[in-house]
C-alpha cells in the first residue's frame, strides 16, 4: 500500500476534512491527537489576532486544528523535513486552506545549516531533531542536512505584523526558537504552545542535557516575563514554578502565558495536583 496514493474524508471536531494518504503517510491525521492543545487554541483564537506560527509542524495536525477552529486565520507552519513541507503542501490544497505559508526550514537563533537526526525507516519522523545530544538513542539515527532560520528574520520577511499563537515541537530544540523570536515574543505577547520533553534520567548523558536545556528555557521565559503553565489533556492548566525531573510523556505539553494575562478560562487543576 506504500505506493498507493489517495485522500479520504475525515471529521475533527465535527467539521470534515479531506485527508491525503502519500505513500503510506497521513493516516495519523485521520483522528484528533492532541486533544489539549485543540482545546487550549479553541479558548486561546478568539482573544488574539494575529498569525499562528507553527514551529515543528509534521504533517500538519496543528494546521487541522487551527483551520478547524477558524478557517480564516493566518497560518505559518515550520518543518527542517522537506518531505515533512511536502505533504503539509498536499493537505493544504486538498481541503482549500486559505492564507497558509509553509517554510521548508527549522526556526533557531541563527541562520545556517544544521543537521536533522531522524529514526532510520521513517521519513516523516514526528521525534526528528536537531539537537542530538537530547537522544537516548543518538548512535542509531540517520543525519539529513537542514536549514534553519533566525525566527525573527523571517517573522520581518513574511511581514508578519501580529501573532497570536506560537506552538513549538521540535523535540529539544524550543531554547533556540524561543531565542530567535525574542523580538516578535516581546512586541506581540502572543500564548505560546511548547512541547517540553522529560527529563527522564538525570544521571544519563541525554538526561542532564535535558535537564540543562529546560533549565535554560525557564530561565529565558522568566526574563521575557511569561508564566509556565502544564497543559494537560482536557485542556485544562495547572502553574509550574519548576518543571523538574519526571518521565512522564503526558506531561509534556506546556502552556507559556505572557505576564498580566489571566488565564482562568483554562485553570480547573490545582498546582497540587501536578
Known sequence: MWRVNFSVNAAIAGTRVRIPVMLSQGPQNLALLE????????????LRR????????????????????????????????????????QLIAANGFADCTIVPAGLSDRNGLATLWLRPNVSLDPSATTIDAVCDDARTLRRQCASVCRGDD????LNIDEVA??????????LEVLRGLAAAIDRCRPYIVCEILPVGDATTPAGRTRL???????????????????????????????????????????????????????????????
Open 35 to 46: 486533544p489539549g492543545v485543540f482545546g487550549a487554541l479553541e479558548r486561546i483564537l478568539p
Open 50 to 89: 494575529g498569525a499562528v506560527l507553527d514551529v515543528g509542524m509534521n504533517v500538519g495536525q496543528t494546521l487541522l486544528k487551527v483551520k478547524v477552529l477558524d478557517g480564516r486565520r493566518t497560518y505559518v507552519g515550520f518543518d527542517t523535513n522537506p518531505r515533512c513541507c511536502h505533504y503539509v503542501d
Open 154 to 157: 523571517v517573522v520581518a520577511a
Open 165 to 174: 499563537v506560537i506552538k513549538i515541537d521540535t523535540e529539544g530544540g524550543e
Open 212 to 274: 540543562s536545556r529546560q533549565r535554560a528555557v525557564q530561565a529565558l521565559l522568566q526574563t521575557m516575563n511569561y508564566r509556565i503553565f502544564r497543559l494537560f489533556s482536557d485542556a485544562s492548566i495547572a502553574e509550574v514554578d519548576d518543571i523538574g525531573v519526571h518521565g512522564d510523556l503526558d506531561l509534556s505539553n506546556y502552556l507559556l502565558v505572557p505576564m498580566g494575562d489571566p488565564p482562568e478560562t483554562f485553570r480547573r487543576h490545582s498546582t497540587n495536583d501536578q
